[in-house]
């Protein structure tokens, strides 16, 4: 690894050159009081501007990210986004707004606002929109508590028990129990789809909502999904779409079509904010018009000509999230939909299918496929063969790190074995999925060849293989003398 900027520090070397201030300049130790003073000086590194620019630049080199390679990590949609939509965020209108201005100086972020509740509430086909929660997770929790306070509202106190397929998302019985539900997980048929029948055996009068994602975590698309949907409001229940990653079906079809009550989609995957590292995300949650009234406040409503935030809902849940959610996310959302347009959406949704079936179909015969069907914009292999060989599939990840591409997600969903979630977007080229392939078939040679090779991998990493739990538990993120 190349130096640390602190390791190359020379006493007295300076960066920059300031001039001298044209006013009359004041010492800190008027201003501030003695106690706040430092005693010593802090230990900052001693060097060039040149160096400091190296510094940071080799640092923004130890990661894999989109801009630098290929990122097929399922179920997160790493698509490229584009920068154009980074530029209208940063835009000075937009990036010098203070939250507590007034209503009349802030009419065009309201505006934005007011759209972009508009345009998501055509792509997914339910009316209302709040765009508040900062992250999906948290606006799967505003969704369960909308459903709640309208079951709360109708003096349904029985429904205590929220259902979710085996293959959810963790965030999904997370989200149940936070908002105070039970969990009743039911069990995905042979072609990895939700068994209507087994849904049909837990149904009553104590449940209040089911969770599901469509297409699945396996890529598949519940094709009994209206049935699915009849079934549980004739038992009075509601239905919650978690559409954290729409690239599957903008345009294409609509949660409020296919029966969903309540959905909440995440704009850091699917509409252009790069995703992972922390943040700042943003997501929208939308409901048909019976749970309206419970949504966050304020909501942005148009009058006329102007736009208005209105506090005036008496069954609000209240607030999620400070002010109106990430405003920059909000706008770079807007961005790419007015971009691409409804037929573009539609062509990003086109495009994502077609790239995961052509590397599901390239793939199948050198890993195992356990489920055949078409797939949407993802789909899982199971690293079964591999491992009777002696490797598992966190080898095999650590083994494509070192071609240069990110590995898929692994171990989820929990219903196959060694299972590699695949979701290459539409924005790869047709070299880089073949690419992926090549390299994919090289790794499973290398089993059969050298399996140390690959189980010994990474071997071209800034970093080796790492105690995951501790890298997260005990991060080591200072640089210590
Ligand atoms: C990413 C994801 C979530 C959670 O979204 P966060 O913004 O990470 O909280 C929930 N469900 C599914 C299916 C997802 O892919």
């Excluded at 007295?12 to 010492?27: D, M």
Aim: a negative charge; proline letters at 6%; one cysteine or more.
């Amino acid at each position: 690894m190349t130096k640390l900027i602190y390791e190359k520090s020379v006493s007295g070397r300076r960066g920059v050159l300031l001039p001298a201030a044209g006013v009359p300049t004041r010492k800190l130790s008027d201003l501030l009081p003695e106690k706040f003073m430092r005693l010593k000086p802090p230990a900052l590194p001693e060097v060039s501007e040149l160096e400091s620019v190296r510094h940071f630049v080799s640092l923004s080199k130890l990661n894999h990210s989109i801009d630098s390679g290929f990122y097929p990590l399922g179920s997160c949609t790493m698509k490229y986004n584009p920068k154009i939509n980074d530029a209208m965020a940063s835009l000075e209108g937009f990036r010098e707004l203070h939250p507590l201005q007034s209503e009349e100086q802030i009419q065009g972020a309201l505006e934005v606002m007011w759209q972009l509740q508009e345009s998501i509430a055509a792509i997914v086909g339910l009316p209302a929109v709040t765009l508040q929660p900062a992250a999906g997770a948290q606006g799967e929790l505003l969704g369960l508590m909308l459903i709640k306070s309208y079951f709360k509202h109708k003096g349904d106190h029985a429904r205590t028990k929220v259902i979710v397929p085996d293959t959810a998302h963790g965030t999904n019985p997370a989200t149940a129990a936070m908002a105070g539900y039970q969990v009743v997980e039911i069990a995905s048929n042979e072609r990895g789809l939700v068994d209507v029948a087994a849904l049909k055996a837990v149904l009553g009068p104590d449940v209040a909502a089911i969770m599901l994602t469509n297409p699945n975590t396996l890529g598949l698309f519940e094709e009994e999904i209206t049935e699915a949907a009849r079934l549980v409001h004739e038992a009075g229940g509601l239905l919650y779409y978690d559409g954290a990653n729409l690239n599957a079906i903008m345009g294409l079809v609509r949660p409020g079509d296919m029966g969903f009550d309540v959905c909440h989609l995440n704009l850091h995957k699917s509409f252009s904010t790069p995703h992972g590292g922390g943040g700042p995300g943003g997501c929208a949650v939308a409901c048909r018009a019976n749970l309206e009234k419970f949504l966050p406040k304020p909501v942005v409503v148009r009058e006329g000509e102007r736009f208005c935030l209105d506090y005036d809902r008496p069954e609000s849940v209240g607030k999620i999230k400070g002010f109106f959610g990430n405003f920059g996310i909000l706008v770079r959302a807007l961005a790419y939909i007015l971009a691409l347009g409804p037929e573009g959406l539609c062509q990003v949704s086109r495009d994502a299918i077609l790239s995961a079936n052509y590397l599901k179909e390239s793939l199948k015969h050198a890993y195992c496929l356990p489920y055949e069907q078409t797939c949407m914009h993802e789909f899982v292999l199971s690293g079964v063969k591999q491992k009777e060989r002696g490797v598992s599939t966190a080898q095999i990840a650590k083994r494509l790190l070192d071609y240069g591409m990110h590995a898929p997600t692994v171990y989820f969903p929990l219903v196959v074995p060694e299972s590699m979630m695949i979701e290459p977007t539409e924005t790869e080229s047709r070299q880089t999925l073949d690419e992926f392939v090549e390299i994919m078939k090289k790794i499973d040679r290398e089993i059969s060849e050298n399996p140390e090779l690959v189980r010994s991998a990474p071997h071209n990493t800034p970093v080796g293989k790492l105690d995951e739990t501790l890298a997260a538990r005990k991060p080591d993120l200072r640089w210590q003398a």
